[in-house]
């Protein structure tokens, strides 16, 4: 990673954890769910897409399926629920999280750059994206999905293993980039990575630094699901929405939480917006949770703003996060949730991605 890149990213940490202006606060918000995501062949459920903490159904961009191990994403229709954008906005709007409620923890002496070392974690996992550019996308870490079906949240991208959709800018980030062509009966191409098979954990902080796409209908999102969403489906494997964000709402990201009896137009979320009305497009932030038994804690650039215990599940609920989970990163188009394109978004759009870093609780 470029040394710029660290000095850029340790300026926006110690800015972030300085901040307590009222307007990075964020409120318990409705997030769709990404839902689905299995193994390749596994049939995935339906999931309250996080996309953003306001949507509805399969969870953050998160198209219900996923690519699995082989590339091909199983379906993940089932069960998704539509997201009611206005409801789900106005819903996380209530209570807000103080930043300096709980400052972040850093970093891990397992890495040997200065900005990745978290005091207390250990690093577990670390993609950088330092490959040349063109360079394709890690497949000993990633999988790409080669998928094209709706995701359950009636989405209109196709998404491809092509470098044209996913490679590396040759100066330390991944692209993934929306375009808009005719391919395989769809009129946009996409990415989503999935991790499934190749890297998941049971509790820890996950971490990406990202430069968000934008525009009236693109929905990126970094999120995470069970990895028994095979056997139990979804939402009960759980679903972990980490960064969201859609086109409409260029100020907010949405974090949330899916299981069984809070999911699709119903999750656990709230939202984070920029102070001033900034865009996040216009720059890198970093998205992280932090989640260890019975708690997981929502933070951009250091503040803290979200947090929910086993205490928050509505009756008849269940609390299902203490399981592997594994990692998905994608850039959807369409949907309830963000809506469809217009005569204002452009194309190409593109979500670049500094860093995904991973760590576990040290004893």
């Not at 969870?59 to 191990?69: H, I, L, N, P």
């Amino acid at each position: 990673m470029n040394t710029w890149r660290i000095w850029v990213a340790v300026g926006a940490f110690l800015v972030g954890c300085a901040s307590n202006d009222p307007a990075t606060m964020a409120a318990p918000a409705q997030s769709g769910g990404h839902g689905g995501g299995s193994a390749a062949g596994t049939p995935a459920a339906p999931a309250g897409m996080s996309g953003g903490g306001g949507s509805a159904g399969c969870g953050a961009a998160r198209a219900c399926g996923s690519g699995g191990s082989g590339g091909a994403a199983a379906p993940n229709d089932a069960g998704t629920g539509a997201r009611d954008a206005a409801a789900n906005d106005a819903a996380m709007r209530d209570a807000a999280v103080p930043n300096d409620a709980a400052p972040p923890d850093a970093a891990s002496d397992a890495s040997s750059e200065p900005d990745a070392e978290r005091p207390g974690w250990t690093l577990t996992f670390r993609e950088e994206f330092d490959q040349p550019a063109g360079t394709g996308v890690d497949t000993t870490k990633w999988t790409p999905v080669n998928r094209g079906d709706g995701f359950g949240n009636n989405e209109l991208q196709f998404y491809t293993p092509r470098t044209e959709n996913a490679r590396m800018d040759g100066d330390g980030s991944l692209i993934i980039e929306v375009r808009e062509e005719q391919y395989m009966g769809r009129m946009y191409t996409s990415a989503r990575l999935e991790s499934t098979d190749k890297f998941e954990q049971t509790y820890g902080r996950f971490e990406i630094r990202a430069q968000v796409a934008f525009g009236q209908g693109i929905w990126p999102a970094f999120w995470l699901l069970g990895n028994d969403i095979g056997e139990v489906s979804w939402p009960q494997c759980g679903e972990i929405d980490i960064m969201e964000h859609v086109g409409r709402t260029p100020s907010t990201n949405y974090g949330s939480l899916h299981g069984p009896g809070y999911s699709g137009g119903n999750p656990l979320s709230a939202l984070y917006e920029l102070p001033g009305g900034a865009r996040l497009a216009d720059g890198f932030h970093e998205y992280t949770v932090e989640w260890e038994p019975d708690v997981v804690r929502w933070y951009v650039d250091g503040n803290l703003y979200h947090t929910r215990t086993p205490d928050d599940v509505p009756a008849g609920g269940e609390w299902v996060y203490d399981h592997p989970f594994y990692m998905i990163l994608n850039v959807a188009v369409g949907g309830p949730f963000p809506g469809s394109p217009d005569d204002t978004t452009t194309f190409p759009q593109r979500l670049l991605v500094d860093y995904v870093r991973v760590y576990e609780r040290e004893p």
